[in-house]
């Protein structure tokens, strides 16, 4: 593989034969819209919770322990 200069600007960007053209820089690809979040359960949150006091028990058994 050649590598470039660190110092050089980066390689041109040229089209390949039966593909789409180059994305120009600061352009995105369009994509379908991201369906939203599906919210969080009273088990969820408990489970949360519960992992979270088990390390919090564990870091101060560490600390003072």
Do not use: K, N, S, W
Not at 9 to 30: E, H, S
Not at 51 to 57: C, G, I, R, S
């Amino acid at each position: 593989m050649r590598e470039r200069p660190h110092d050089g600007p980066l390689p041109a960007a040229y089209p390949v034969a039966g593909a789409p053209p180059p994305q120009p820089d600061g352009d995105r690809v369009p994509c379908p819209p991201r369906p939203d979040r599906a919210t969080l359960t009273r088990r969820q949150y408990a489970y949360g919770l519960t992992v979270a006091l088990a390390v919090l028990v564990l870091l101060l058994l560490g600390v003072f322990g």
